[in-house]
């Protein structure tokens, strides 16, 4: 049995996330660790869940939000994109 770090709820299926610090966040559930770790995008504001990117070492939610900020750098920025049947 672990407790949350974000609300501290004790909870037998709490679950570990270690980041590239190395440190070790216990959380009961993903949207406690989204609060917790997840970085926010520097245009929009939104937390950034999906792969997200990161330009200059900002980190954007997607391409357009990058281009907007950053707009020299982010014009090189593609959001994924697959090809589209015809
Ligand atoms: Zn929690
Ligand atoms: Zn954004």
Request: glycine content about 10%.
């Amino acid at each position: 049995m672990a407790t949350c770090e974000v609300c501290g709820n004790d909870y037998w299926m709490t679950f570990e996330v270690r980041t590239v610090s190395g440190d070790v966040h216990t959380f009961d559930c993903f949207e406690c660790a989204v609060h917790k770790l997840a970085p926010i995008c520097e245009h929009c504001q939104i937390r950034i869940v999906g792969h997200g990117v990161e330009v200059s070492g900002r980190f954007f939610c997607c391409g357009h939000c990058a281009r907007a900020v950053e707009t020299e750098q982010g014009a090189e920025i593609r959001d994924a994109v697959g090809a589209r049947p015809s």
